[in-house]
């Protein structure tokens, strides 16, 4: 993440290319942080409308979530707090 524009992270994918994500929402699961990742408006690529990551606080860096049972435990507590249709907007 940059210290630069802390509500946007940027991030690429296997083929190099790089896509601008909004940080919608911090939260922690089982001791561990995770983002929710809106992607910019206006974006030619198809890309996901969310993306949830795992967030290493201490070294600011961010991984994927390979994990099914993982992914749907912070999914589904996202989903608890706004709803889907909150969550996505």
Do not use: C
Request: proline share 4%; charged share 30%.
């Amino acid at each position: 993440m940059s210290s630069e524009d802390p509500d946007w992270i940027e991030l690429e994918d296997d083929h190099g290319r790089s896509y601008k994500y909004m940080i919608s929402e911090l939260v922690e699961v089982d001791d561990k942080n995770y983002l929710a990742l809106v992607p910019e408006s206006g974006t030619q690529q198809q890309q996901p409308p969310l993306v949830l990551v795992r967030y290493h606080l201490d070294e600011d860096q961010v991984e994927e979530i390979a994990d099914a049972v993982e992914y749907s435990k912070v999914f589904g507590l996202l989903t608890k707090k706004y709803g889907e249709k909150g969550l996505l907007s």
